[in-house]
T-cell receptor, first 116, second 114 residues
């Protein structure tokens, strides 16, 4: 596709429900990032994939958060037993080459998760 | 202390004026610096990147970097109402593993009024 595609755009979950957020990066992009953006804040790093390898998951807030990219393209961020504090916009970004300084990271439109 | 700090604003400037947006960062070893623009309800969009001390110009935008002072700024000349958005400063931390993991500030809201 022409850009990074995320689905769903909006998700309302009842507290305790599991959710899965999908990211379809730009074709051929090696690097894929997940960020969490709370209202009025900047995005915060969650996790990084280089192809199918998850090289950095230091930003995942708890073991309820899990991400995968099994074939090195589409990625899924899963949140188990959602809590109200998980309400945020979840942004996915991809870039072509991790080592090339200046490689632009393209962001998707995000998934707005509201936990009620 | 936050790793990347920005004044939340709003910064209000008249159309045609210069808007000056500032950012400080705490990781002295940071090497890559970015300015993203984010319209309300939209995703961040890269508008400038800078890696060495000094100025970098691109159209109406100029990024300025001073590593000794751990300070990066963005100037927008001839501001237009369409520039009204939140501007996010982002840096790559020292030990990023060779990939462009970004640490963002909270953003500065810019409002350009006619």
């Amino acid at each position: 596709g022409a850009g990074v595609s995320q689905s769903p755009r909006y998700k309302v979950a009842k507290r305790g429900q599991d959710v899965a957020l999908r990211c379809d990066p730009i074709s051929g992009h090696v690097s894929l990032f997940w960020y969490q953006q709370a209202l009025g804040q900047g995005p915060e790093f969650l996790t990084y994939f280089q192809n199918e390898a998850q090289l950095d998951k230091s930003g995942l807030p708890s073991d309820r958060f899990f991400a995968e990219r099994p074939e090195g393209s589409v990625s899924t961020l899963k949140i188990q037993r959602t809590q109200q504090e998980d309400s945020a916009v979840y942004l996915c970004a991809s870039s072509f080459d991790r080592t090339h300084q200046g490689t632009e990271a393209f962001f998707g439109q995000g998934t707005r998760l509201t936990v009620v | 202390q936050k790793e990347v700090e920005q004044n939340s604003g709003p910064l209000s400037v008249p159309e045609g004026a210069i808007a000056s947006l500032n950012c400080t960062y705490s990781d002295r070893g940071s090497q890559s610096f970015f300015w993203y623009r984010q319209y309300s309800g939209k995703s961040p969009e890269l508008i400038m990147s800078i890696y060495s001390n000094g100025d970098k110009e691109d159209g109406r935008f100029t990024a300025q970097l001073n590593k000794a002072s751990q300070y990066v700024s963005l100037l927008i000349r001839d501001s237009q109402p369409s520039d009204s958005a939140t501007y996010l400063c982002a840096v790559t931390p020292t030990f990023s593993g060779g990939y462009n993991k970004l640490i963002f500030g909270a953003g500065t809201r810019l409002a350009v009024h006619p």
